[in-house]
Structure formats: C-alpha cells, structure tokens
C-alpha cells in the first residue's frame, strides 16, 4: 500500500522558513517523479516543484525560484521542500505526491500524479 505523509506545516510570519516532509512507503524512491503541490482556499491546486530521481532533476514554478528548495533523501525515502521568504500568498495546504516519471513539460499536471498525500496547512502571517 502506497503512503505518503507530509509533515512539518505550520504557522510562520512573513519572510520567514518552513521545511515540509514528506515519507514515502510502498512506492520506489529510485527513477520516480516526486512532486509538491499547494491549494489555497478557492483556488485550484498548482505546482510548487518536483524532482525526478532517476537523474535527480528538479523542477520549479516561477513563484518557487530562489525560495524553494525541493530534495530528497534516499535512505529514509523522504522528500523535502525547504520554503524561504514566505509571503501570505504561500498560505495554503501544501501536498506531496509521486507518479513514475516527469519533466520539464508534465512536471505541474496534477493529473498525472498517481498517489497523494493528505496534506499539511502551511499559514503565513503579517
């Protein structure tokens, strides 16, 4: 059975870091494509990033250059994404999620993933 588990939301003022996790069981760590996802309240859910370990490629919307950091760690089958700078606009539920392979064309589609984490709040305050 597939898991993911996100942890590490939070609550943070403005211009400053949160690290998310996320825990993978059940699916291969190795040559998949490993994402992380946001929704805000109203708004449909967007790409943040994802990485491909099967050249450890990473990709990133234009709201996440310079200020996110997406990794992963291949012996405690986590992914990571370290946030910087937050501003009110990061405040949403941040998701993981994985599927079999990704690149610079797919990475986003959220359709495409297959297996989701329930999610963790990330909140940024003024």
């Known amino acids: 059975q597939v898991q993911l588990v996100e942890s590490g939301g939070g609550s943070v003022q403005a211009g400053g870091s949160l690290t998310l996790s996320c825990q993978i069981s059940?699916?291969?760590?190795?040559?998949?494509?490993l994402g992380w996802f946001r929704q805000a309240p109203g708004k449909g859910r967007e790409g943040v990033a994802s990485l491909y370990t099967g050249i450890w490629m990473t990709y990133y919307a234009n709201f996440a250059k310079g200020r996110f950091t997406i990794s992963g760690d291949n012996a405690k089958n986590t992914l990571y994404i370290k946030m910087s700078n937050l501003n009110p606009d990061d405040a949403a539920v941040y998701y993981c999620a994985a599927r079999s392979q990704c690149g610079s064309w797919d990475w986003w589609e959220t359709a495409r993933y297959d297996h989701w984490g329930q999610g963790t709040q990330v909140t940024v305050s003024t």
């Open positions: 059940g699916y291969p760590f190795n040559s998949v494509c």
